[in-house]
């Protein structure tokens, strides 16, 4: 794991001698945490590691004590079982000026091979430049030989690049890196969206989502009582179609584990739950990806992706 972890460290945080770095994890995750931790420390950082329990879901907030820990330090890096992304802690961390990787439902494999070894300068060029296109867009139509076909709109939405190099003050996404993502304007989505490649950490054949006015209304398919069980704990609010994304990273496989799978170069996914950490309105306390193969893409009409291949 130490090259993958070299890579998170020294190119992807950048992490410096005398820097502040705090490794957040749980004991699922305990030998990755410590390999970063070694690696920051080789370069001289002061570096603290702490164990937290390991949470219900993704997006489920952390211990007050993790999150106000969060605020203190220069580097956060995250190798959890569960997501921390899409947290309040985490947006009060970058808020404050805190450079953040999350690695939620990271392996030990995941660390050695694939995504994590990725050319991050080469993934930052092309994640920056499907971040533009979803910038400049308002409405946007998803179709994919599965049975996709979905509609909805991003009008004045602030697209984000998981570039995979976060050296400036508040920097923050996953790794392994490499997607452009966007919050849908609430209440606008319509369709259906058909996921074939992988949600809630694994491999799927088929779960159809009917989406009506923003929300998922139905969801159906041999595994989809587990998400539907997910989001009912969540409450109400986790219905929602949160994001939109649009995966960048070459070096990704689809391995069943969600943190690679929506990287993966030609695939796209969404997500239903909370928004509120990435410019949408609702917290939901729980965020699930659903990732689906050769989609194509328009934006406002013109070709983004087609068959599964970028244009741009």
């Given at each position: 794991?130490?090259?993958?972890?070299?890579?998170?460290?020294?190119t992807?945080?950048?992490?410096?001698?005398?820097e502040?770095?705090?490794?957040?994890?749980?004991?699922?995750?305990?030998?990755?945490?410590?390999?970063?931790?070694d690696?920051a420390?080789q370069?001289?950082?002061?570096?603290?590691?702490?164990?937290?329990?390991?949470g219900k879901?993704?997006?489920?907030?952390?211990?007050?004590?993790?999150?106000?820990?969060?605020r203190?330090?220069?580097?956060?890096?995250?190798p959890?079982t569960y997501s921390l992304?899409?947290?309040?802690?985490r947006?009060?961390?970058?808020k404050a000026?805190?450079?953040i990787?999350?690695?939620?439902?990271?392996?030990?494999e995941?660390?050695s091979?694939g995504?994590?070894?990725a050319?991050y300068r080469?993934?930052?060029?092309?994640?920056?430049?499907?971040?533009?296109?979803?910038?400049?867009?308002?409405?946007v139509e998803?179709?994919?030989?599965?049975?996709?076909e979905l509609?909805f709109s991003?009008?004045?939405?602030?697209?984000?690049?998981d570039?995979?190099i976060?050296h400036?003050?508040?920097?923050?996404?996953?790794?392994?890196?490499?997607?452009a993502?966007?919050?849908?304007?609430?209440?606008?989505?319509?369709?259906?969206?058909?996921?074939?490649?992988?949600?809630?950490?694994?491999?799927?054949?088929?779960i159809?989502?009917v989406?009506?006015?923003?929300?998922a209304?139905?969801?159906?398919?041999?595994?989809?009582?587990?998400?539907?069980?997910?989001?009912?704990?969540?409450?109400?609010?986790?219905?929602?179609l949160a994001?939109f994304g649009?995966?960048t990273?070459?070096?990704?496989?689809?391995?069943?584990?969600v943190?690679e799978?929506?990287?993966v170069?030609?695939?796209c996914?969404?997500?239903?739950?909370?928004?509120?950490?990435?410019g949408?309105r609702?917290?939901?306390?729980s965020?699930?990806?659903g990732?689906?193969k050769?989609?194509t893409?328009?934006?406002?009409?013109?070709?983004l992706m087609k068959?599964?291949?970028?244009v741009?």
């Open positions: 794991m130490i090259k993958g972890a070299r890579t998170a460290v020294e992807c945080m950048g992490v410096k001698r005398d502040e770095v705090l490794i957040v994890t749980d004991f699922l995750r305990m030998k990755i945490a410590e390999t970063l931790a690696i420390r370069l001289g950082a002061r570096t603290t590691l702490i164990c937290m329990p390991v879901r993704h997006g489920a907030e952390p211990p007050e004590i993790v999150s106000l820990a969060m203190s330090f220069d580097v956060v890096i995250a959890t992304t899409h947290t309040q802690a947006l009060r961390a970058s000026g805190v450079r990787a999350t690695m939620p439902m990271i392996t030990e995941m660390m091979r995504a994590m070894l050319d080469e993934v930052s060029k092309l994640t920056k430049k499907v971040a533009h296109l979803l910038d400049i867009a308002s409405d998803i179709t994919a030989p599965a049975g996709t509609k991003i009008r004045e939405r602030e697209a984000h690049a570039t995979g976060f400036k003050p508040g920097d923050w996404e996953n790794l392994p890196a490499g997607e993502y966007i919050a849908p304007v609430e209440g606008t989505a319509e369709g259906l969206v058909v996921v074939d490649g992988s949600m809630v950490d694994t491999k799927v054949d088929r159809e989502i989406v009506e006015k923003g929300l209304k139905k969801i159906s398919g041999k595994q989809a009582e587990r998400i539907v069980k997910i989001l009912k704990e969540a409450g109400p609010k986790a219905w929602n994001e649009v995966g990273n070459p070096q990704a496989h689809l391995i069943g584990n943190l799978d929506e990287k170069l030609g695939t996914h969404i997500a239903l739950g909370d928004n509120s950490t990435f949408g609702v917290k939901a306390g965020h699930v990806d990732i689906f050769r989609p893409v328009k934006l406002d009409g013109k070709i068959d599964g291949r970028l741009v």
